[in-house]
């Protein structure tokens, strides 16, 4: 006799099948990330702002359901350094966050260019001392970088991750923003060496350029399917969605949180080696510092964001 319990799940698992091919997408199940996160602009971290101020930013976050804090410092200088200049207010912000929503991560990104990259030991040395004076001096929570353009040669991005987890160890939060174009991707043995050496990879899905919703699901698809596929079991992926004025790459109505976490959700229940582990947004339309209190400008935002991932 079929107890309750297996007729419960029996019932459930049929009517998954059965809109699956009425409607040629699976029903969403509930929204298991709770830890997505959101890339501040810049002058969080330099321009001068009251305890106030800073509540009122953090509280705004919060009530996004937004739990990393993905904190613009600045981009390294040509030998790997970072000025101090660019990150005078980062103590006071520390504080007045973490008084207001202890819960929130605070995570410090820090841009950088290929010729970082392919610089010298030395350099690679003064990267790792970076991230480290931010683990340990300002206690954040993690160091997330993005070194652009990107180059399919892995050779020193690796010997550079290796000074990195030498110096600041291996259990520190360190991610890496990552391209989903497919043309520069590395080796797939070449990921996943360098994935061994990351927390998670933030893959950076926009910038398609693609000009139909079909274009950019293949766009998606292609970058998650090949990062699930060769990444190493202790690497998470998360994919940044776009949320940023139009340019010559990206269309607004064709790249955006609606159309990218459909094609995300799509994905985790379709394809068994999809398993993404939250996901993080690009900047806020119209959305910084001096306009916090007014969220006119970030409405619609504010509409797809709720609809389309926090009440999935």
Not at 133 to 158: C, H, K, Q, R
Request: charged residues 10%; negative net charge; aromatic residues 14%.
């Amino acid at each position: 006799m079929m107890t309750v319990q297996r007729l419960t799940v029996w019932l459930s698992a049929l009517l998954a099948v059965s809109a699956f091919m009425l409607l040629g997408r699976p029903v969403q199940a509930q929204n298991p990330y709770t830890q997505p996160g959101l890339f501040l602009n810049y002058g969080f971290s330099v321009n001068s702002m009251t305890n106030a101020q800073i509540e009122t930013v953090v509280e705004w976050l919060q009530v996004r359901g937004i739990q990393k804090q993905f904190l613009n410092v600045g981009a390294f200088n040509s030998n790997g350094t970072l000025s101090a200049s660019n990150y005078t207010q980062l103590a006071h912000w520390i504080t007045v966050s973490r008084e207001t929503e202890p819960g929130q991560q605070i995570i410090v990104y820090i841009s950088g260019t290929l010729s970082n990259v392919n610089s010298s030991a030395k350099d690679w040395q003064n990267i790792a001392n970076v991230c480290q004076t931010f683990l340990t001096t300002y206690g954040v929570d993690g160091v997330n970088l993005d070194f652009e353009p990107y180059s399919t040669s892995a050779s020193n991005y690796i010997g550079m991750l290796t000074t990195i987890r030498n110096t600041i160890g291996w259990t520190a939060n360190l991610s890496l923003d990552y391209t989903a174009d497919s043309s520069a991707f590395w080796s797939g043995n070449d990921f996943n060496t360098i994935s061994g050496y990351i927390n998670y990879i933030m893959l950076m899905i926009y910038d398609s350029g693609s000009t139909t919703v079909a274009q950019y699901d293949s766009f998606i698809a292609t970058a998650m399917e090949y990062a699930y596929n060769w990444k190493v079991h202790g690497c998470a992926i998360v994919p940044i969605v776009p949320v940023y004025a139009s340019s010559s790459v990206h269309n607004p109505s064709i790249e955006n949180i609606e159309t990218s976490t459909n094609e995300i959700w799509y994905l985790t229940q379709t394809d068994p080696t999809v398993e993404i582990n939250d996901i993080a947004v690009w900047w806020y339309d119209g959305w910084n510092g001096s306009n916090i209190g007014n969220n006119s400008m970030s409405a619609p935002t504010d509409a797809m964001w709720t609809t389309y991932w926090l009440d999935r």
